[in-house]
C-alpha cells in the first residue's frame, strides 16, 4: 500500500506561499531549507512503484503520483538541488524571488510525477510562467526583453504541446501519459514542444539568451529544472526515436562551436547546457536499456556540476559585477578568490569527464551506448564535443575569469575582490561534494537507474583514453591560449530570426497603420465633403462657378422662394396655352 | 606557468600516450580504437579543429558589435 503524503509540487507551491507569512529573516532562511528537505523525505517515504494522489476532475483521472525508478531519480535530483539552490540563495531577501523558484521547482517535480498529460500540460505551463519571473527579477532592460523572449517561445511551445495532446486524448480516448507512437501528427505536436524545452537546435536560443540576464541565484535554478524535465518526458515518451539520435549528437557539438565565441561568462557556459543536454537527447533516441540509464545519470551528475559552474561564475558576477571575459581577464583574481577557483575547477573537470568525478561516469555510459549500437559518427561526435567542453569550461572560462593576459594596448588596474559570502562557498562546497561522491562511488547512482547497470567506468582503457583525450586537449589550449581570450563581440543565433523578424513585423506593421491611417483620413474628407454638399446643394453648386469665396450657410428655404406673383403668372401662361390649345382643337 | 608546473604537466601526457601502447581495449567496437594513442591525437586534433573551424564561423558569420540588437 502506497503511503499517502502530498505530492512534492503541492509541498513546493504551498511552502511558497506560505514564505511570505513568516516575518523574522532567520525563520524564512530556515523555511526555504526545510521545503526541498521536506520534500525529499516525502519522496523517500515512497519505498514501492505504482500510482498515487490520483484525482477525479471533469471526467478524466489526474494523477500527481506516477512513481517508478525513472521519475524517482529526476525527483531526488530535483529536491538536492533544491536545496543547494536556496542555499545558495539565502541572502535574498526579495521573497518573490524565491516564490517564483519554489513554484518553478515545484511545477517540475508536478512535470516529473504526472501521470496524465493533462497534469503535466498544467505543470508544464506553470514552470514556464514562474521561471521567467527568476529573469526579470534581475530589473534591466536587457532582462525584461530576454524575459518576454523567453515566454513567448516557451507559450508558443506549450501551445503546440496542449494541440498535440489534444489530438492525441481525441482519438486514443486516453489522457495516460506513457510512450507515445512516434509519426501522427498529435506525437509531432507534443515532440515538438517537448524538444522546445529541451534547447534542441534550432529551437534552443531562448536558454543562451535568457539564462545569462537572470538573477545570480536565478541562474542557478534555472539550469537545472526546465531542460532537465524536458529530457525526462522525452524519456517516458519518445525513447528510439531515431531523429532525436542525430539531433542529439549534433546540438552536443552546436554548443560547443558558440562556446568558442561567447564572451559573456554565464552565456558560455548556457551553451555548454545545450551540449550536455545534448548527451541526453542522443541517448533518448538510441533508446537501449544502457543509453536510458546513460541519459538518466547524465542529467542527473550535470544539473549537479552545471549548477556548481554556474555558482561559481555568479559568484564572480555577484562579487565583482562583472560578467564578461574582456572585463575579468588579467585582474589577477585567482589571489582574492581561490576557493571559488578551486570549488568552481570541481565542476569543471566533472563537466569534462574527468576520471573520479561525476561526469566521467555518465557522460562515458551515453557514449557507450552508442558504441555499443556500433554508430561511429555519433560516437566521434559527442567525443568531439567532450574535448570543446573541456576546452572551454575547463580551460578558457577558468583561465580568463581568474587568469588570463591583459588585452594588448591596455593597462589594467586590479580590482575589488574577495571571496564570495559564506553561505555561497557553503552551497559550492557541498555541490562539489556530491559531484566528487558521486563519481567516486559510481554505485550510489547506477543503484537508483531505471535499468539494471552492466556498465562499468573505471577500466584502465576508459581511463588512459580520457586521459589522453584531456591532456592533449590541454596542450592544444595552451598553443592557442592567447587567441582564446574574449572578444568584444556577441554572435547571432537562431533567435536572430525574431529578434530581427519581429523589428521587421513591427517595421511592417507601421506601414500597414500608415496605410490604413492614409485611407481613413481620404474616407472622412468624402464624408466631410457629401455631409457640406448635402446641407447646401445649391450654394454648394452655386460657390462652384463664383470666384468669391462664400460662408456655406445651412439651406434656407425662403432664400430661393420665387414671389407669389410669379407663380400666378406661371398660372396664366399655362392657362393661356391651354385656352389656345382648346381653341384650335374644336 | 611555473617551470615545474610545466614539466609536470608534459610529464603527465607523456605517461598518458605511452600507457596508451600498453593497454589496449578488450573488445574493440570500432577499428580505431586498435591504434595506439588515437585518444590523444584525437584530442590534439579535434580541439585545434573546433577552434579553427568556429573562429573561422565566427569571424565571417556569426560575430557582431554588441549593439547589435539595440535599435
Known amino acids: 500500500m502506497m503511503i499517502s503524503t502530498a505530492p512534492p509540487a503541492f509541498i513546493f507551491i504551498l511552502g511558497g506561499l506560505l514564505l511570505p507569512l513568516l516575518r523574522a529573516r532567520r525563520l524564512k532562511q530556515a523555511w526555504l531549507l526545510f521545503i526541498p528537505a521536506l520534500a525529499f523525505v516525502d519522496l523517500i517515504a515512497l519505498q514501492s512503484s505504482g500510482t498515487c494522489w490520483t484525482y477525479h476532475f471533469l471526467g478524466y483521472n489526474l494523477v500527481f503520483g506516477r512513481i517508478d525508478t525513472l521519475s524517482l531519480c529526476f525527483g531526488y535530483v530535483f529536491c538536492i538541488m533544491a536545496f543547494l539552490g536556496m542555499v545558495y540563495a539565502l541572502h535574498v531577501k526579495e521573497d518573490g524571488q524565491h516564490l517564483a523558484a519554489m513554484f518553478y521547482i515545484g511545477s517540475a517535480l508536478g512535470v516529473t510525477f504526472a501521470g496524465d498529460l493533462l497534469t503535466l500540460f498544467v505543470f508544464w505551463e506553470i514552470m514556464a510562467a514562474s521561471s521567467v519571473f527568476l529573469i526579470w527579477y534581475q530589473r534591466d532592460k536587457a532582462a525584461l526583453g530576454a524575459g518576454f523572449r523567453y515566454l513567448m517561445v516557451h507559450l508558443f511551445g506549450g501551445s503546440l504541446l496542449l494541440a498535440g495532446i489534444i489530438i492525441h486524448v481525441s482519438t486514443t480516448g486516453s489522457t495516460q501519459f506513457g510512450v507515445i507512437d512516434y509519426g501522427s501528427l498529435s506525437s509531432l505536436l507534443i515532440l515538438l514542444g517537448f524538444i522546445i524545452n529541451a534547447a534542441v537546435p534550432p529551437f534552443h536560443a531562448w536558454l543562451s539568451d535568457a539564462y545569462p540576464e537572470a538573477t545570480v541565484t536565478g541562474s542557478v535554478f534555472l539550469t537545472a529544472f526546465t531542460t532537465k524535465s524536458a529530457v525526462y518526458v522525452l524519456i517516458r515518451a519518445f525513447p528510439g526515436v531515431e531523429l532525436l539520435v542525430w539531433m542529439g549528437a549534433i546540438m552536443a557539438v552546436y554548443g560547443v562551436v558558440y562556446a568558442v565565441l561567447e564572451n559573456d561568462i554565464r552565456r558560455l557556459l548556457a551553451y555548454h547546457i545545450i551540449s550536455q543536454v545534448g548527451y541526453m537527447v542522443c541517448g533518448v533516441g538510441l533508446g537501449t536499456e544502457m543509453a536510458i540509464n546513460g541519459s538518466t545519470v547524465h542529467a542527473f551528475c550535470h544539473i549537479l556540476y552545471k549548477a556548481l559552474l554556474f555558482m561559481g561564475a555568479a559568484s564572480i558576477i555577484h562579487v565583482t559585477g562583472k560578467r564578461k571575459l574582456t572585463e575579468l581577464q588579467g585582474r589577477n583574481l585567482y589571489k582574492k578568490m581561490p576557493i571559488c577557483l578551486s570549488l568552481y575547477m570541481v565542476g569543471a573537470f566533472s563537466i569534462s569527464a574527468v576520471p573520479l568525478f561525476n561526469g566521467f561516469i555518465s557522460k562515458t555510459m551515453v557514449v557507450a551506448a552508442a558504441g555499443e549500437l556500433h554508430r561511429p559518427i555519433i560516437y566521434l561526435l559527442l567525443h568531439l564535443a567532450s574535448i570543446g567542453t573541456f576546452l572551454h569550461t575547463g580551460l578558457k572560462l577558468p583561465y580568463g575569469i581568474w587568469f588570463g593576459k591583459t588585452p594588448e594596448g591596455t593597462t589594467r588596474r586590479e580590482i575589488e575582490a574577495k571571496e564570495p559570502p559564506l553561505h555561497m562557498l557553503i552551497a559550492m562546497g557541498m555541490t562539489a561534494f556530491l559531484c566528487i561522491v558521486t563519481g567516486v562511488f559510481p554505485q550510489i547512482l547506477y543503484n537508483l537507474l531505471p535499468y539494471p547497470v552492466h556498465y562499468q567506468p573505471y577500466t584502465p582503457y576508459h581511463i588512459v583514453g580520457m586521459l589522453q583525450l584531456l591532456l592533449l586537449t590541454a596542450t592544444a589550449f595552451w598553443l592557442f591560449a592567447n587567441k582564446l581570450g574574449g572578444e568584444p563581440t556577441i554572435s547571432i543565433d537562431t533567435d536572430w530570426f525574431y529578434r530581427k523578424g519581429a523589428g521587421l513585423l513591427m517595421r511592417y506593421c507601421y506601414r500597414l497603420d500608415e496605410a490604413r491611417t492614409g485611407i481613413q483620413v481620404f474616407a472622412s474628407r468624402v464624408v466631410a465633403g457629401v455631409v457640406v454638399v448635402s446641407k447646401n446643394p445649391i450654394q454648394s453648386v452655386q460657390s462652384l462657378f463664383s470666384r468669391e469665396k462664400s460662408v456655406l450657410l445651412p439651406y434656407n428655404a425662403d432664400t430661393y422662394r420665387p414671389a407669389i406673383g410669379v407663380g400666378v403668372m406661371v398660372l396664366l401662361v399655362l392657362f393661356c396655352i391651354f385656352c389656345v390649345i382648346l381653341f384650335f382643337r374644336f | ?71
Open chain 2, 1 to 71: 606557468m611555473p617551470r615545474i608546473l610545466r614539466y609536470l604537466f608534459l610529464l603527465a601526457c607523456g605517461v598518458a600516450v605511452v600507457l596508451g601502447f600498453l593497454i589496449h581495449a578488450k573488445h574493440p567496437l570500432f577499428r580505431w580504437e586498435i591504434i595506439p594513442a588515437f585518444d590523444a591525437a584525437f584530442g590534439f586534433l579535434g580541439c585545434i579543429l573546433i577552434v579553427l573551424i568556429s573562429k573561422m564561423l565566427g569571424k565571417y558569420w556569426l560575430q557582431k558589435d554588441e549593439d547589435y540588437y539595440d535599435d
